[in-house]
């Protein structure tokens, strides 16, 4: 199965998206996206305004950032990119309304804004990712004259 042409193609064209500009470009805008949410309770400072341990959102937001950012790291393994493409995708609408899931009535609006600006980016960058691993499907059934 390991030399089976379809297999070899797939992995052609996923070293193709992944070492283009555009790849290159999602995936480092998506480790400075996951990074940021990390530090961001202590870099817009609500962090101390919460209460480290007692805020869901802080803890949140640090896991999740740094998780956001390995994924997107990783997304050059053929692999795993759809898995790891998918589960940010996943990461980017939950940093969006975990402000609301995880402190309630306590969401100030840096922790709001902060996690809707992040969010939306992490999910566009998602999104792009999975565009890119997706993207020589439907090319390469046409020249096989399949669709």
């Known amino acids: 199965m390991e030399h089976h042409p379809d297999i070899l193609a797939l992995r052609e064209q996923a070293e193709r ?24 309770p202590w870099v817009i400072g609500y962090a101390g ?3 480290f341990l007692a805020s869901g959102v802080v803890i949140s937001n640090l896991v999740l950032g740094l998780g956001y950012a390995w994924l997107m790291a990783g997304y050059g393994a053929f692999e795993r990119t759809h898995a ?3 589960a940010s ?6 940093t969006m309304v975990a402000p609301w899931l995880t ?13 809707l600006i992040v969010g939306g980016l992490m999910t566009c960058l998602a999104l792009a990712a ?3 691993a997706m993207g020589g499907s439907g090319t390469m059934m046409r020249r096989r004259g399949g669709g």
């Open 17 to 40: 998206a992944t070492s283009s500009s555009r790849g290159q470009g999602v995936e480092a805008l998506g480790i400075a996206c996951g990074l940021f949410l990390a530090i961001s």
């Open 49 to 51: 305004l919460l209460g």
């Open 130 to 132: 999975i565009g890119l």
């Open 103 to 115: 402190t309630g009535d306590e969401a100030i609006r840096r922790v709001i804004w902060t996690n």
């Open 84 to 86: 790891r493409a998918y």
């Open 89 to 94: 995708l996943g990461i980017g609408i939950w």
